[in-house]
Structure formats: structure tokens, C-alpha cells
């Protein structure tokens, strides 16, 4: 079956990196567009970063163009979210997402991670 498992939340304060990474399975990694989005409490889901199969495009979120940086590795079925200059705002969990698009909500998402950005 499909299974994304997502790790590498933690708390960290503001200016700081994380680097998250979501392992896929039971699916063909090459043949879905992977995604990142995030939620906090109250608010709908929000599409953060979107790459395409080949890995070769790649879209963002306006509030983090120039600081989150999306990549995938087929060789480890795994997409991975580099994450710097963290600002509080940032602080929600984390899911990542597997589909057809990159311009359209997955199919398929994981558990999530929760990442806290916070003095």
C-alpha cells in the first residue's frame, strides 16, 4: 500500500535550518509530482512547495520563495523540504503529499511532522 513517512520536525529557534524528508512506498516515485504542505490549528491545509516527476520544476508558496528549497532523490524514493531562515510564522505540522500535479492536492498524503519555530 501507499505509505509517506515524513521526518525531521523538531523545535528550533528563529533564523534556524531544518531539513525535512518524506520516504515514499508501495507506488512508482518517478510517476507522481511530491509535495509539502502545512496546517495549523483553525486554518485549511496550504500547499508550501511542489516538485514534478522528473524533479526538474519546481513551485513555492509566495511567504517561502528564497528560504525552503524542495528536492527529490529517486534513487531513495525520498523528497526532502530544506527549510532556512525559519520565522515563527512557519510553526505548523508538516505533510507531505504524493499526486498527479503539482497544481493539485495529492492523492495521497502522510502522517505529518511538526516543526516549532520559536525563542
Known amino acids: 500500500q501507499v505509505q509517506l513517512v515524513e521526518s525531521g520536525g523538531d523545535l528550533v529557534q528563529p533564523g534556524g535550518s531544518l531539513r525535512l524528508s518524506c520516504a515514499a512506498s508501495g507506488f512508482t516515485f518517478s510517476n507522481y509530482a511530491m509535495s509539502w504542505y502545512r496546517q495549523t490549528p483553525g486554518k485549511e491545509r496550504e500547499l508550501v512547495a511542489a516538485?514534478?516527476?522528473?524533479?526538474?520544476?519546481?513551485n513555492y508558496v509566495d511567504s517561502v520563495k528564497g528560504r525552503f528549497t524542495i528536492s527529490r532523490d529517486k534513487s531513495k524514493n525520498t523528497v526532502y523540504l530544506q527549510m532556512n531562515n525559519l520565522k515563527p510564522e512557519d510553526t505548523a505540522v508538516y505533510y507531505c503529499g504524493a499526486g498527479d500535479s503539482r497544481y493539485r492536492p495529492p492523492g495521497y498524503w502522510g502522517q505529518g511532522t511538526q516543526v516549532t519555530v520559536s525563542s
Open positions: 516538485v514534478s516527476r522528473t524533479g526538474g520544476n519546481t
